[in-house]
């Protein structure tokens, strides 16, 4: 049974749900997998000042958080800033490689695949290196001459790593890994054909204010709506989103949900999401080819990946979160464009698969094990 170690790191969900989504697909496939979170597993410095730290900037000033990712996107500023990581990661990332001898080696984390790529130019260990790259925009972090191979979201963020010095060849624009239950959903729900539209809302890690905004100006719409809101696991927003439905007059169907497991039952309802482009949300949206609304999102990664939906004709953006009453009134009008979203989607969702991975992997452990036999 060969062995692979999915490293990980938790700044945001998406790194964490793509690292289990490989882990499930892997061991489905007969691999023994095992997740890794980088930071937790090699320092409790790098734990809290880049996991908790994400987290903190984020909800106190996303501004701070995107100027600060597009200093680390300089590639003078980002060699220095791996070296250090590197430095304090070094001895105990080696350990753990060594302790569970893997035949293969992911990396869902940009700081952790350029940490990996460093010690295996260094000859601290020589085994093959899948870097997951989950958004669709590259962040210069995950640029190694060291890494394999580059699982990227579609042909477009193939096109950037290559202009940023990246070999074509090894790259494989085959889809960010999503949830297993997501892809083995049978699709069974049925759209409300009695509304105008059904808009599913999902807040993300978002504020409060930001979805409690977009909700009072949905019901401020004059269509007959049906709003499917995901609160997720922020009891504060759902607490804000019942008080409103207490105190404000609408006369739409509104169906409130804290975390929900459902998500893929609940966008086979619905018409439109309105989120922010986080990377694995946006995938799951692809494939589900659901167009995309999108009202809010964290300065840099999640600002590329809203700039990519909009220039491949799969999203929209509102600038201003009051003007969603407005749009959504607009496309109850002209649900072409709904239509023509979806099926953008449709193209790019074709090119997704997670079998593709781990033939992917399989490829580079036989490749290894050649070479190491000559």
């Not at 730290?53 to 300089?74: F, H």
């Not at 753990?96 to 010690?119: C, M, R, S, Y």
């Not at 692809?286 to 609304?293: A, E, Q, T, V």
């Not at 072409?336 to 953008?344: C, F, P, R, T």
Request: proline share 3%.
């Amino acid at each position: 049974m060969k062995k692979v170690v999915i490293f990980t790191a938790s700044t945001g969900g998406g790194h964490n749900i793509a690292a289990n989504s490989l882990k499930e697909h892997f061991e489905s496939r007969d691999f023994d997998a095992e997740i890794v979170d980088a930071f937790k597993e090699t320092s409790v410095f790098l734990d809290k000042l880049i996991a908790k730290g994400y987290e903190k900037i984020v909800n106190i000033s996303p501004k701070t958080y995107g100027r600060m990712y597009k200093a680390a996107n300089n590639k003078t500023l980002s060699h220095y800033i791996m070296a250090i990581i590197t430095d304090v990661m070094e001895k105990d990332i080696t350990s753990l490689i060594q302790e569970k001898e893997p035949d293969l080696i992911i990396a869902t984390h940009p700081l952790v695949t350029n940490v990996l790529g460093t010690l295996k130019e260094e000859n601290e260990f020589d085994l093959p290196i899948i870097s997951i790259v989950t958004d669709y925009m590259i962040h210069r972090a995950y640029i190694h001459e060291k890494i394999d191979a580059y699982v990227v979201g579609s042909e477009y963020t193939k096109e950037t790593m290559i202009e940023k010095g990246v070999e074509g060849n090894k790259i494989y624009p085959v889809g960010i890994p999503v949830r297993k239950s997501f892809l083995d959903h049978k699709k069974v729900a049925v759209k409300n054909y009695d509304v105008d539209l059904t808009v599913l809302l999902m807040a993300g890690s978002m504020g409060t204010n930001q979805i409690e905004k977009a909700f009072v100006n949905l019901l401020k719409s004059k269509h007959y709506l049906k709003i499917i809101v995901v609160c997720g696991k922020n009891a504060k927003v759902k607490s804000k989103i019942d008080k409103i439905l207490e105190d404000y007059y609408y006369n739409k169907i509104v169906d409130v949900h804290g975390f929900a497991e459902n998500i893929p039952e609940l966008m086979d309802m619905a018409d439109l999401v309105i989120t922010k482009p986080g990377g694995l949300t946006t995938t799951e949206s692809i494939i589900k080819n659901i167009p995309m609304l999108i009202p809010y999102y964290i300065p840099g990664q999640e600002e590329e990946n809203a700039d990519f939906l909009i220039e491949t004709g799969m999203a929209l953006k509102v600038d201003k979160i009051k003007d969603l009453t407005t749009v959504i009134d607009y496309l109850v009008h002209n649900k072409d464009i709904l239509d023509s979203m979806a099926k953008n989607m449709s193209e790019l969702s074709k090119e997704q698969s997670i079998d593709s991975i781990i033939e992917l992997g399989t490829k580079l452990i036989n490749k290894k094990i050649g070479l190491s036999q000559v």
